[in-house]
């Protein structure tokens, strides 16, 4: 069975950072290319951030220059690092898969970037 697990979400202040942290299991991690999704309130999920088996990245214009996207094939996981955060990533993250035939959701973390 396959599961996502995120965390590392939370209030920080306008140039800052956070660490997001996804925990994969049921699955063989090494084979799949890995996502960040994001969705703010009243807006459509969006993609942020994408990290291939062979650890090639791509990410949102957006975000470009201050997120970095990585995994550890090892224990499982894949991070998002988020600096100089502004409000407008405010936003609920989720890790996201494609396997067997369908794409897996995390339960998403709370991103929220306010003074």
């Known amino acids: 069975q396959v599961q996502l697990v995120e965390s590392g979400g939370g209030l920080v202040q306008p140039g800052g950072s956070l660490r997001l942290s996804c925990a994969a299991s049921g699955f063989s991690f090494s084979g799949y290319a890995m996502m960040w999704y994001r969705q703010a309130p009243g807006k459509e999920r969006e993609l942020v951030a994408a990290?291939?088996?062979?650890?090639?990245?791509n990410y949102a214009d957006s975000v470009k220059g201050r997120f970095t996207i990585s995994r550890d094939n090892a224990e499982k996981m894949v991070y998002l690092q988020m600096n100089s955060l502004k409000p407008d990533d405010t936003a609920v993250y989720y890790c996201n898969t494609w396997w067997g035939g369908r794409y897996y959701w995390g339960q998403g973390t709370q991103v929220t970037v306010s003074s």
């Open positions: 990290i291939t088996t062979a650890g090639q990245t």
